[in-house]
C-alpha cells in the first residue's frame, strides 16, 4: 500500500497524484477531482491501495459518542483511517468484480458532513453513510464512522456496485432492483444474519405486518417513514432471485431491466410475470423473517 503524505500545498499534492505526463488511471481521475474542489482538499492526505485511492482530509469527524469500538473508529481522515478504507476498498472491489463487474474504486473523505454536501450534490447525503457518484464514492464521515467494521463493508460493497453498474442511470430501472442488487452485493460474505440486517422489516412481519408489494421510488426518498424497510425487501427480493435461479439470473434480471421493462425483463429472466414474481418475493420474506 502507498501512503502519500501531501500536508500543505496543492501543487505537491497535484503533481503526485498526476505523475508523469500522461499517466492515467486512479491518479490522474484524483488529479481531476481535486481540481473540482481544490479548497476541500488542501492538505489532504491520499492513501493508494492495490485496486483503490483514497483521498482524505487530516481532522475528519470523530466516531462520537456511543460509537461502536473497533480499528480506525477514532478517525475517518488521519493515515491508519484512510490506509483501512482502502483494504476494504480492495476487498470491495474483488466482491463487486465477481457479481456486478470491474471496478477502481476512488473513496473520497471529506473532513464534514456539509463538505460531503457539497461533493454528492445533487444527490444528498442526509441519513446515509455514502454516496456513490458517477465514478467515485463519498463518504459521510460521522456517520460512516458510527458504523461497525461489517458495516463499513457493506456499504463500501453497496456503493461500489453502485459505480460498477452505473447506477442504473437508464432512468426505468426499478429502484428496488437497484437498491437490492447493490445491498445483495454488499452482504455476500459479510457473515450478518438475515433478521439482523433486516432487523425493522422482520419486527412488521412478526407484528402480523407483512410487506403487500415491492417497495416503489417514493420509499427510498430521504425522510421515508419506511427507508430502511424499502431497502431491507429489496434487498430480500434479489436474495430470492440469487436463492432459487442462481446468481447469474440476477445479473440477467438487472441487465435486462436496464434495456426493458420490468414486466418483460421479469419474464426474460425469470419466466415469471410480475404478480407470480411478487406473490414469491412475499412468502420467501415471511419465511425468511418470521
Known amino acids: 500500500m502507498r501512503v502519500v503524505w501531501l500536508w500543505a500545498a496543492l501543487a505537491g499534492l497535484l503533481a503526485a497524484l498526476t505523475g508523469p505526463p500522461g499517466a492515467g488511471g486512479p491518479l490522474s481521475l484524483a488529479h481531476a477531482v481535486i481540481r473540482e474542489h481544490p479548497e476541500i482538499w488542501s492538505g489532504a492526505e491520499v492513501v493508494q491501495g492495490e485496486r483503490s485511492l483514497v483521498i482524505g482530509r487530516p481532522g475528519g469527524a470523530q466516531g462520537g459518542a456511543g460509537a461502536p469500538a473497533g480499528p480506525g473508529l477514532a478517525g475517518l481522515s488521519g493515515l491508519a483511517?484512510?490506509?483501512?478504507?482502502?483494504?476494504?476498498?480492495?476487498?470491495?472491489?474483488?466482491?463487486?468484480?465477481?457479481?456486478?463487474?470491474p471496478v477502481r474504486p476512488l473513496i473520497l473523505v471529506p473532513a464534514t458532513t456539509d463538505q460531503a454536501a457539497r461533493l454528492?450534490?445533487?444527490?444528498?447525503?442526509?441519513?446515509?453513510?455514502?454516496?456513490?457518484?458517477?465514478?467515485?464514492?463519498?463518504?459521510?464521515?460521522?456517520?460512516?464512522?458510527?458504523?461497525?467494521?461489517?458495516?463499513?463493508d457493506v456499504v463500501l460493497a453497496h456503493e461500489l456496485t453502485h459505480v460498477a453498474t452505473g447506477a442504473a442511470a437508464d432512468g426505468h430501472t426499478p429502484k428496488w432492483l437497484i437498491e437490492g442488487f447493490a445491498d445483495y452485493v454488499g452482504y455476500l460474505g459479510a457473515g450478518i444474519p438475515v433478521t439482523t440486517a433486516a432487523a425493522e422489516l422482520a419486527a412488521e412481519v412478526r407484528a402480523g405486518s407483512p410487506p403487500a408489494a415491492l417497495p416503489g421510488p417514493?420509499?427510498?426518498?430521504?425522510?421515508?417513514?419506511?427507508?430502511?424497510?424499502?431497502?431491507?425487501?429489496?434487498?430480500?427480493?434479489?436474495?430470492?432471485?440469487?436463492?432459487?435461479?442462481g446468481e447469474r439470473a440476477l445479473v440477467t434480471l438487472y441487465r435486462e431491466s436496464m434495456r426493458s421493462d420490468p414486466r418483460t425483463a421479469l419474464g426474460r429472466a425469470l419466466g415469471m410475470t410480475t404478480e407470480e414474481f411478487t406473490a414469491a418475493w412475499r412468502e420467501y420474506v415471511r419465511s425468511e423473517l418470521s
Open 218 to 245: 417514493s420509499s427510498f426518498a430521504a425522510g421515508s417513514a419506511r427507508l430502511a424497510q424499502a431497502y431491507e425487501e429489496a434487498w430480500l427480493a434479489c436474495r430470492y432471485v440469487a436463492g432459487r435461479f
Open 120 to 152: 454528492a450534490a445533487p444527490a444528498t447525503v442526509s441519513g446515509l453513510a455514502a454516496v456513490a457518484g458517477t465514478d467515485r464514492v463519498i463518504i459521510e464521515p460521522r456517520s460512516f464512522a458510527r458504523l461497525t467494521d461489517a458495516g463499513r
Open 81 to 101: 483511517g484512510l490506509s483501512d478504507l482502502a483494504r476494504r476498498a480492495d476487498r470491495a472491489a474483488l466482491t463487486v468484480a465477481r457479481v456486478a463487474g
